[in-house]
């Protein structure tokens, strides 16, 4: 298996602008996580998911933040509008099950000017 | 909201060294995992505790999850170059959430 992949790696958009971040998770794998990571807040937990199914958006920060899960190969976290505040790298990350290895993708680094 | 703190949030030591990275909550684990993270790379596990006063070692690094599972040491002996990176403890709190402590940022100097 390839792991797990993230697309884009870098993206680079404007305030204002609608911007969405790709992850496809390891076959098989039942949970799926976002991740975002910044010098200041450390990796906080966004949203996760449990085969395909959304159990705990808490960690989204605003209603500007949605993500979803249509099919077990594939998650997007759209922002709409983006702010420079969300400028942070973006972490997918998937696992067999619960307290088994969390295996991450390379994330997307976000900046918004 | 469960809060993992890790100490130091920065160490700088010399190669061959040894050192010791806290990760310290409030609430009791149901588990915890420590993660390795390289400059432009996600998080890499590298071990997983369950039982309290569980260690675990990794060649030079040993693990050790505390009797009341509230707390994880890392221990390094002789540190290398190649150790340097960014060390996190993540944990789950009887729940699915993997919680992540802030971070140790480790640079082993040769």
């Known amino acids: 298996d390839a792991g797990v992949i993230q697309s884009p790696r870098h993206e680079v958009t404007e305030m204002g602008q609608e911007v969405t971040l790709r992850c496809k998770p390891i076959?098989?794998?039942?949970?799926l996580f976002w991740y975002r990571q910044t010098m200041m807040r450390g990796l906080e937990l966004l949203i996760y998911?449990?085969?395909?199914?959304?159990?705990?958006d808490s960690g989204m920060p605003e209603d500007r933040f949605s993500a979803k899960m249509p099919n077990a190969s594939f998650s997007t976290l759209k922002i709409q509008p983006s702010e420079p505040r969300d400028s942070a790298v973006y972490f997918c990350?998937?696992?067999?099950?619960?307290?088994?290895?969390?295996?991450f993708g390379q994330g997307t680094r976000l900046t918004v000017v | 909201t469960q809060l993992l703190e890790q100490s130091p949030q920065f160490l700088s030591i010399q190669e061959g060294e040894n050192l010791t990275v806290y990760c310290n909550s409030s609430?009791?684990?149901?588990?915890l995992q420590w993660y390795r993270q390289e400059p432009g790379e996600g998080p890499v596990l590298l071990v997983t505790?369950?039982?309290?006063?569980e260690v675990k070692k990794l060649k030079r690094l040993t693990f050790q999850f505390g009797d009341a599972r509230k707390d994880s040491s890392l221990h390094i002996t002789a540190a290398q170059p190649g150790d340097t990176g960014l060390y996190l403890c993540a944990g789950y709190f009887g729940n699915e959430k993997l919680t992540f402590g802030t971070g140790t940022r480790l640079t082993i100097i040769p």
């Open positions: 990350a998937s696992s067999l099950r619960v307290v088994t290895e969390a295996f």
């Open positions: 076959s098989g794998h039942d949970y």
């Open positions: 609430s009791v684990f149901s588990s």
């Open positions: 505790v369950v039982t309290g006063g």
């Open positions: 998911f449990n085969n395909n199914v959304p159990i705990d």
